[in-house]
């Protein structure tokens, strides 16, 4: 039986498979150098969702590959990472300059979250996808609602810092969800989150200058 496809169907397909070529092409590229081949099955997701984000393909695609690589090797579970983007850069052959761009282009893209730890080195966490970062918002949800329920009932004052460091209390030395050394950046990602959830509540909005500490 002919089965017969659209000129666009024709294109996509075209489009998904020249994907799939140029992303095992950056497995190879990348095997050849001394990876953590731990990182290879994430950093070509990072890059297969760049490509279908951004509809177009890079001129050089290794770099991105590369960059992916620095991505994913830098998630906060992976401090301390001390190592300078000059010395990353070397093992590569890559400018730092093109590093700094392909990684802006793919965090922005992708909506990653970028922290810098106390020796201004940074990690990125993937909002949508982080399974810590999505049981610390699990997690701030919950305190939230309460929080507000004890308001609404008890009338007991809001304080979004101290609920905060509660929430990350507990994230980091309760539950592991986060490494404790990285403390103040968790406290500065959860601090807006709780201030999104409790836009939630109209009371909140209306009654926070005049009743919330």
């Given at each position: 039986?002919?089965?017969?496809?659209?000129?666009?169907?024709?294109e996509?397909?075209?489009?998904?498979?020249?994907?799939?070529?140029?992303?095992?092409?950056?497995?190879?590229?990348?095997?050849?150098?001394?990876?953590?081949?731990?990182?290879?099955?994430?950093?070509?997701?990072?890059?297969?969702?760049?490509?279908?984000?951004?509809?177009?393909?890079?001129?050089?695609?290794?770099?991105?590959?590369?960059?992916?690589y620095?991505?994913?090797?830098?998630?906060?579970?992976?401090?301390?990472?001390?190592?300078?983007?000059?010395?990353?850069?070397?093992?590569?052959?890559?400018?730092?300059?093109?590093?700094?761009?392909?990684?802006?282009?793919?965090?922005?893209?992708?909506?990653?979250?970028?922290?810098?730890?106390?020796?201004?080195?940074?990690?990125?966490?993937?909002?949508?996808?982080?399974?810590?970062?999505?049981f610390i918002?699990?997690?701030?949800?919950?305190?939230?609602?309460k929080?507000?329920?004890?308001?609404?009932?008890?009338?007991?004052?809001?304080?979004?810092?101290?609920?905060?460091?509660?929430?990350?209390?507990?994230?980091?030395?309760?539950?592991?969800?986060?490494?404790?050394?990285?403390?103040?950046?968790?406290?500065?990602?959860?601090?807006?989150?709780?201030?999104?959830?409790?836009?939630?509540?109209?009371?909140?909005?209306?009654?926070?200058?005049?009743?919330?500490?």
């Amino acid at each position: 039986m002919l089965e017969l496809y659209t000129p666009q169907y024709e294109e996509i397909n075209t489009r998904e498979r020249i994907t799939i070529d140029l992303i095992k092409d950056g497995q190879e590229f990348l095997q050849q150098f001394d990876i953590n081949t731990d990182y290879l099955l994430d950093t070509i997701s990072v890059v297969y969702k760049y490509l279908r984000n951004n509809g177009k393909i890079p001129h050089n695609l290794y770099k991105f590959f590369v960059a992916a690589y620095y991505i994913i090797s830098r998630h906060p579970f992976a401090f301390p990472v001390h190592e300078t983007k000059k010395i990353f850069c070397e093992k590569f052959g890559l400018p730092t300059s093109s590093l700094d761009y392909c990684v802006e282009r793919i965090t922005e893209s992708l909506e990653y979250i970028k922290i810098l730890d106390d020796m201004n080195f940074p990690y990125f966490i993937d909002p949508k996808r982080d399974i810590s970062l999505k049981f610390i918002k699990n997690l701030i949800k919950s305190k939230v609602d309460k929080a507000m329920m004890s308001f609404l009932v008890w009338h007991q004052p809001i304080n979004s810092q101290i609920l905060t460091e509660e929430l990350v209390n507990e994230a980091i030395f309760k539950q592991k969800a986060f490494p404790e050394e990285l403390f103040r950046q968790l406290f500065e990602i959860a601090f807006e989150y709780v201030e999104e959830e409790f836009l939630d509540y109209r009371e909140y909005v209306r009654l926070q200058k005049k009743v919330f500490i």
